[in-house]
Each structure stands twice: as C-alpha cells, then as structure tokens.
C-alpha cells in the first residue's frame, strides 16, 4: 500500500512560514522515509542489549533526585535538536543513569532519524587503541570520527578508565570537537562531582581540571541518588527499590552477593522506614 502522506516518494508538503512572515509550502521527508531512517540509525547506535529496553516511562522515579532526571531527560529527549546542553548524570551504580542516557538516545534517533552513538568509555578506549597503529593513524580515525561527529552521543561511565597522558589527551580530543561543533552529548559517571583532585573518588580526579571545566560548559549536571537496581529481588517493585535506598544512605547496602536471609532482615526494618516515609514513590 503506498504511503498516504508521500505516495511513497519519501517527501511530503508542509505549510511554513519563512522569515519574511509569508506562507509558503515546502517539501519535507515523509514520515515514512524518517521512520526507517531511525530505525536504521537505531540499530547503528551501538545500544548494549541490555539497555535496549530502556525508555523514560520505564525508568522507576521514586524520590526527588530521580524524578528531576527523569523530567529533565524527556526535555532533552521532545526538544532536540534545539537543546543547548547535554547532560552530565552523576550517581552510585546501579541507580538508572544509564538507563535514562539510553532512553534519551533512542527516543531522539527514533523520532528525528538524528545520528546517535552510544559507548562504554572504557571500550571506546580500548577500541581506539587497538585500532592505534602509528604507520597507519587513519584506522583511529575511522573510529574517532563517528564519535566525534554523532548528532547525539552517550559516553557511559566517565572516570572508569585510569588516567594517562593518552587517555587525557584522547578523551579531549573526543569532548573539545563535540563542542566546538555544539553536539549533544550525555555523560554518566560514578565519581563525585566534587572540586577535590586528591578524592580518589571524585571526578576531578579521574578526569583532570581541562575535562570537567569543559563538562560544566557543555552539560547540565544531575545527581541522581538511589538503590543500586542490581539488588532487587526478582519480581520486585517500587518499595524493594526505596527500602534498598534507605539502607545504601544509611550505609548498611548489601554486599553485591548477598543472600536471601540479609535481603529479608532488610525488608523488615524497610517495613518502618515505608510507613515513616508515607510510602511515597514517584510512578
Ligand atoms: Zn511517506
């Protein structure tokens, strides 16, 4: 059946108004033609299997720091391109950052056909450098350069790779053209946001001053605060969620094996902490 809106010419008219405040009729790719691109592009980006579920209805706000990222990825995700920043999500494992970098990415590739990439920073490093052969420095290009030119890029779990000159100096190789050419790009990372270069554990020092100076510009930084969902029974819901978050804040979280004696010792002390919270959680 031929498309109704192009009759299958991939190109459709469309009423605008041009500068000068007149109507005037335009061509745009149809629909049709934008549907297949992103699902192309879709299946370029590069989404871990894992993740490829991930939308902004699925992800499970249930306190403040997770509903304002949540709020402010579906922004992103309706406006773009016509979004100014990109987003810095700071937070422990486990807590959704991911998740919300992922549905943000599709949803954009899927509704505007926009060139998005997603990376494991890690892997994209490790990538470059066994791509790197000095006689032949096109080869890390030619992995550099999508990178570098995606519409909309998600570089997941900034800070993981050790600090070395290299590192230092691919990564703002990678960041600094991102934004000179003004492209989206969302971060996630574990470490702290702190301005301390001697906290191991903060993002300062895993990433260096020129980095996080460059990230502050270019992104809006969130921290989102949670259970690690990793830990959740199977079939849980919201409340195992903000029982497991109470007892990560009170640092007594769960060994990341822990067996089915602690989890339940846990929800009975969740139990009260539920009622004193009103048992709110965000849908
Ligand atoms: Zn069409």
């Not at 486990?94 to 997603?118: D, I, N, P």
């Not at 494991?120 to 052969?133: A, N, P, V």
């Not at 009170?250 to 990341?256: D, I, K, N, Q, V």
Request: aromatic share 6%.
């Amino acid at each position: 059946m031929p498309c109704e809106l192009c009759d299958d010419t991939g190109w459709k008219p469309v009423d605008a108004i041009d500068a000068t405040g007149v109507s005037v009729r335009r061509v745009v790719r149809c629909d049709c033609r934008r549907d297949l691109l992103g699902q192309q592009r879709l299946v370029a980006a590069n989404i871990p299997k894992r993740y490829q579920h991930c939308t902004i209805a699925s992800f499970t706000a249930y306190n403040e720091s997770l509903e304002k990222a949540a709020t402010h990825a579906a922004q992103i995700a309706r406006a773009f391109p016509a979004v100014g920043k990109g987003l810095l999500l700071e937070g422990q494992p486990g807590v959704g950052k991911t998740h919300l970098a992922v549905a943000v990415l599709k949803q954009v590739v899927q509704t505007t056909g926009a060139r998005g990439l997603f990376y494991d920073t890690r892997d994209l490093l490790r990538l470059i450098r066994s791509t790197y052969d000095p006689a032949i420095r096109t080869t890390e290009l030619e992995v550099l350069r999508p990178v570098m030119s995606a519409d909309l890029l998600v570089l997941d779990d900034l800070g993981a790779e050790k600090t070395s000159e290299w590192v230092e100096e691919t990564m703002n190789l990678i960041v600094n053209t991102r934004y000179n050419e003004r492209r989206l790009t969302i971060f996630t990372t574990n470490y702290k946001d702190i301005p301390d270069d001697t906290d191991p554990d903060s993002l300062l020092f895993r990433v260096g001053y020129r980095m996080r100076s460059r990230l502050h510009e270019m992104c809006e930084s969130l921290v989102m605060d949670g259970a690690d969902y990793r830990e959740m029974p199977v079939n849980g819901g919201v409340d195992d969620l903000l029982m497991l978050w109470k007892a990560r804040k009170r640092g007594t979280a769960l060994p990341a094996r822990s067996g089915r004696q602690a989890r339940a010792q846990l929800r009975d002390q969740g139990q009260a902490d539920l009622k004193w919270s009103g048992g709110r959680a965000g849908s």
